[in-house]
């Protein structure tokens, strides 16, 4: 990260020895015009995202039966994007929803999902996943007093 922007900085610097070359420190133009830098945000990468069989562990706990189905593997495929263009590539939300022909609000909400799973919670956001047992629970022990007809 750092070489970069000492990447641009030199070139910032190359570009502005160039301009004077061409126009005098009083010309309007050396006063009125600036060199911008390019705008990037700082976006935290988590380590699972860069590691294949951790984020295929991630799909398996969100999509557990996308064997079965198509459109459930069709929908663990477009998170597999996302994880790719968003984590990996760092592309921005728009750029994401253009190429996968969604909304950029979907695909932040797709990456809050992701987010969610990846911390061992359920997708919807109703708690941890894996807190009940699975299967048909047991029923519950009559109350003394109460006889079983």
């Avoid at 641009?8 to 015009?33: P, T």
């Avoid at 994007?81 to 921005?92: C, K, N, P, V």
């Amino acid at each position: 990260m750092r070489t970069i922007s000492l990447d641009i900085r030199e070139q910032r610097i190359i570009d502005s020895k160039k301009l004077r070359n061409q126009f005098g420190g009083d010309d309007r133009f050396m006063g009125a015009y600036q060199i911008k830098k390019i705008r990037t945000r700082a976006r935290e990468i988590p380590e699972w995202t860069l590691n294949d069989k951790e984020v295929q562990k991630v799909l398996l706990r969100a999509f557990p039966g996308q064997h079965k189905s198509f459109a459930v593997t069709q929908r663990a495929g477009r998170w597999a994007r996302i994880i790719h263009f968003y984590f990996r590539m760092q592309m921005s939300a728009g750029w994401i929803a253009s190429e996968l022909k969604m909304t950029p609000k979907n695909v932040e909400l797709a990456v809050a999902r992701i987010r969610r799973v990846a911390r061992g919670y359920r997708a919807d956001n109703t708690g941890p996943r894996g807190v009940r047992r699975p299967g048909r629970p047991r029923k519950s022990p009559l109350p003394q007093g109460v006889e079983n007809t």
